[in-house]
C-alpha cells in the first residue's frame, strides 16, 4: 500500500511541539509545586521530544497506518517521559495527571504490572490534549510514560541496543537484558522497602542547605537550578 505522507512536516508537527513544551511547563511545574510546599516531589525530572519523521514514516509503513489515520493510530507523534525516584511516586503522577481538567486521559498502559516479554517497565497514559493555534483548538493525542530511574536505565540501554541489533538480540545479550531488567526492578523494590528513611533523609538534606545559607528561598532557586543543569532535564 502507497502511504501517503503530510507535505509539509514542520507545519504539520507545530502544534504537537507546542503541546510539549506546553506539558513540560506544567510537569515540570506540579514539581516545583511540591518543592515550594516542603514536600517529597513525585516528579524526579520531566523529557519531552516530538517523534522524528524518519521514525514517524517507519512506523506507519510497519503498521500500514494511512495519513488520515495517522493522528489517530500515532500516539506518541507528541511524547513525554516524567522520571520517578520511587514505583510508588509512579502511581502517585497517574493519579495527579487523571485528575487534571487540562487534558483527557483515553488510554492506560500498565507495563509495571503487566512486564512486556522484554524486560520493559513503565506506565504509559496516551492523553487528548487540546493546542490553541491561529485557527482555533486543536486536540491531539500525547504519550506520557513515567518509569523510575532505575526503569529509565534500562530502557535508555535496551533502547540504544535495540538500535545495533534492529530487535533482533542474540540469545545471550537477551538473557542478560531480562535479567538486568528484574535487577533493576529488584533495586526499586529495595529503595521503596526503606523509602520513609531516605525521603526523611532527604528533607533533612534539604533543611540542611536552607540553615547553612540562611536564606530558605535562595536555597530552593539553587536546588532548582540544579535540577535544570541537569543534562536529561
Ligand atoms: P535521543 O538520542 O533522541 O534519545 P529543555 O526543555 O530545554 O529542558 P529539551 O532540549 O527540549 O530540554 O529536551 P528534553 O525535554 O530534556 O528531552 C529530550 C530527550 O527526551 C530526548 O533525548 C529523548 O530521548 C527523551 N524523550 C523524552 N520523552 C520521550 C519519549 O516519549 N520517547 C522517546 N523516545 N524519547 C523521549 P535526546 O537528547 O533527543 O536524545
Ligand atoms: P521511540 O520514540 O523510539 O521510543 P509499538 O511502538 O507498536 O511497539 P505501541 O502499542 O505503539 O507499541 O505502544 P507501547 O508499546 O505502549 O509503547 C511504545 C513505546 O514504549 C516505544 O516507543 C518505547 O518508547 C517504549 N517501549 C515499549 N517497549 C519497549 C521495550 O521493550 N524497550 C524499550 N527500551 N522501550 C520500549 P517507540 O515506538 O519505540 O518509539
Redesign the pocket.
Known amino acids: 500500500m502507497e502511504i501517503a505522507m503530510p507535505t509539509d512536516w514542520e507545519l504539520f508537527l507545530l502544534p504537537y511541539k507546542q503541546a510539549i513544551d506546553e506539558l513540560k511547563i506544567k510537569l515540570r511545574g506540579m514539581r516545583k509545586q511540591f518543592q515550594r510546599e516542603n514536600l517529597h516531589t513525585p516528579i524526579e525530572f520531566v523529557t519531552g521530544?516530538v517523534?522524528?519523521v524518519d521514525?514517524i514514516i517507519e512506523?506507519m509503513h510497519?503498521?500500514q497506518i494511512s495519513e488520515d489515520l495517522m493522528e489517530q493510530d500515532?500516539?506518541?507523534i507528541a511524547?513525554l517521559?516524567i522520571m520517578c525516584q520511587f514505583v510508588e511516586d509512579i502511581y502517585q503522577v497517574v493519579d495527579l495527571i487523571r485528575q487534571r481538567t487540562d487534558m483527557e486521559v483515553v488510554e492506560e498502559?500498565d507495563?509495571i504490572t503487566n512486564v512486556?516479554?522484554?524486560?520493559?517497565r513503565?506506565y504509559?497514559m496516551v492523553i487528548r490534549y487540546p493546542v490553541q493555534t491561529v485557527h482555533g483548538e486543536k486536540k491531539l493525542l500525547a504519550?506520557i510514560?513515567i518509569r523510575t530511574l532505575s526503569m529509565n536505565f534500562?530502557?535508555?540501554?535496551?533502547?540504544s541496543l535495540?538500535y545495533k541489533y534492529q530487535g533482533a538480540f542474540p540469545d545471550e545479550i537477551n538473557e542478560r537484558l531480562k535479567r538486568a531488567a528484574e535487577a533493576a526492578f529488584m533495586l526499586d523494590q529495595e529503595m521503596s522497602a526503606i523509602r520513609e528513611e531516605i525521603q526523611e533523609a532527604q528533607q533533612l538534606f534539604s533543611y540542611g542547605k536552607g540553615q547553612q545559607r540562611h536564606e530558605p528561598d535562595q536555597s530552593l532557586e539553587q536546588n532548582e537550578q540544579r535540577s535544570t543543569d541537569h543534562p536529561t532535564r
Open positions: 521530544r517523534k522524528p521514525s512506523k510497519r503498521r500515532l500516539q506518541d511524547g517521559r498502559r507495563y512486556k516479554p522484554s524486560g520493559y513503565s504509559h504519550e510514560q534500562w530502557a535508555t540501554i535496551e533502547h535495540n
